[in-house]
């Protein structure tokens, strides 16, 4: 039988038969596509300026501009948790013109410890995974462990005794000393802190032993021995601190927590564009400046099609469902 392609026009129905119609449908479809980008891109970070989402997303940012010849506005969205700016790209025409950088956080943990108004899995379009930055693990310099093993022998010697700091429930401090907690068997007690800064001066202070932190901001306590760094969290030692060992190579195997950076559209983006934005970026993440600058921050490059974000994306978050179940982990009030 001869294929059938029935289009709609001012209220009546137009049939195309046969191979002609089949081809006139594709050619529509990549014409409405091929002058994309037209207008400006809304690029939207969830967060206010400064933190590491905002500083990658301006970068990456600025360098699209450039390659595409149209303006990429950022839009710093911050509140409840990030979900106020994923909110906003959820519901964005699905066209390509509002994308967002977020990190794992409001991707795979708030959905496990808030209810939100978008659904993470189904409202989204991943685009790439851009980056991943490990953390550290540091103590202030008195304490008496000077490895991981010594940490959590000290632990299991002074059960509920020992406090870690973090930005609060959920963040990237919190679920790593969780996860560290429930694969060694020791109890350490979570104290939210208002600020990273905070939480740091509390350890150098003595005021807690230790913390589960981001790169960028410790490693210049690490240099200057303000604190001791025990190990990273991430799947691999650090180039800034070749020294200092992961945290599964010091006696806690399968050990890895690490930050990242990912970007989206709305659901039901084409795929022409998702693909169009993901070669962009893929080539933006390549160049030597992005390279450099991501390894002052303590990140390496990751990149990659959208399918392997989206799977990422899917392990990522049933590992943090799982880790907020078995720990009873709460969520706070939104602000």
Known sequence: PIPTLALPLKGREIKWTGLAGVMFAFSAFAFAQSDYPSKPIRFVVPYFPGGTPD???????????????????????????ASIGLGIVARAPADGYTIVIAPVGPYAVNPH?????YDVLNDFAPIIH???????????????????????????????????????????????????????????????????????TEVVGGHIPMLFNVASPTIPMVQTGRVRALATTGATRMEALPEVPTIAE?????????TWNGISAPANTPAAVVLRLNREFNEILRLLDVKDAARVEGSSIVGGPPSQFRDYLKREYAKYGKLVRDAGIKGEAQN
Not at 59 to 81: C, F, H, M, S, T
Not at 113 to 117: C, I, Q, R, S, T
Not at 136 to 148: D, I, R, S
């Open 130 to 200: 851009a980056t991943s930055t490990p953390g550290l693990l540091v103590v202030n310099p008195a304490v008496p462990a000077k490895t991981v093993k010594e940490l959590i022998a000290l632990a299991k010697q002074k059960p509920d005794e020992l406090n870690y700091g973090s930005t609060g429930v959920g963040g990237f401090g919190h679920m790593s000393g969780a996860l560290f907690a429930s694969m060694t068997g020791i109890r350490i007690v979570h104290v939210p802190y208002k600020s990273i800064t905070n939480a740091l």
């Open 250 to 258: 010091s006696g806690v195997a399968g050990y890895e927590n690490s």
């Open 55 to 81: 500083i990658q997303g301006r970068r990456l940012a600025e360098k699209l501009r450039d390659r595409i010849g149209q303006p990429v506005i950022v839009d710093n969205r911050p509140g409840a948790n």
């Open 113 to 117: 410890l808030y209810k939100l108004p």
